[in-house]
């Protein structure tokens, strides 16, 4: 029989955290450098050209901002199901957590719009530096996109078992995949100006 991971409820009395959410800032520091080195080249892709496009004259703000909203309100959401995790109301708690799976879908539906008239006019990564670095940076974040989904599907379907075994457990499960789904959110907070608006 396997030994458990100690430390998965009640925070370890040196790092003042459990190991879940330790790990989740560890992992989630790494996923800065890879966003970091990203936003880096766009700057200095920027900087060092004379003919950059402004991307408010060729990308669709409207779609962007309904985005920006969605995924804001997604955030909302997956802190109101912790939140009613912590008080025992499991059953609130899952209906907030399927409201994010909904919006981020909402957010993949918007984004597949907007990628499908790009390339319904022959526009693709290869057009330009602009649409390179454009393609690459809000496909990666879509991708992250998608592995929320796919974190918040499980808890909610075969891992929520642990829901009934060990409700804190899950309660600190959810705020690890809350806290990933908060940085997914911030990611697009800066793409959005850095891509769109300026």
Avoid: Q
Wanted: proline letters at 4%; glycine letters at 8%; a negative charge.
């Amino acid at each position: 029989m396997m030994d458990e991971i100690p430390y998965t409820v009640k925070p370890h009395p040196m790092s003042g955290l459990y190991s879940g959410k330790l790990g989740t800032w560890l992992f989630l520091a790494s996923e800065v450098m890879l966003f970091g080195a990203l936003f880096s080249s766009y700057i200095l892709l920027r900087v060092g050209s004379d003919d950059w496009p402004h991307g408010a004259d060729l990308l669709n703000i409207p779609l962007a901002t309904l985005n920006t909203a969605i995924l804001i309100i997604s955030s909302v959401t997956v802190v109101l199901g912790w939140a009613n995790l912590k008080m025992g109301e499991n059953a609130k708690a899952k209906m907030y957590l399927w409201v994010t799976v909904i919006l981020a879908c909402g957010f993949l539906v918007v984004k597949a719009f907007e990628y499908g008239a790009k390339f319904s006019h022959h526009i693709s990564p290869a057009t330009n530096n602009f649409y390179a670095t454009y393609f690459t940076m809000t496909g990666l974040h879509g991708l992250h996109v998608i592995g929320g989904i796919a974190v918040f599907v499980y808890l909610l379907t075969s891992g929520s078992k642990l829901l009934e075994e060990n409700p804190e457990h899950y309660a600190n499960r959810i705020e690890c995949a809350g806290l990933y789904w908060h940085f997914v959110d911030l990611v697009w907070i800066f793409l959005f100006p850095a891509l769109y608006l300026l």
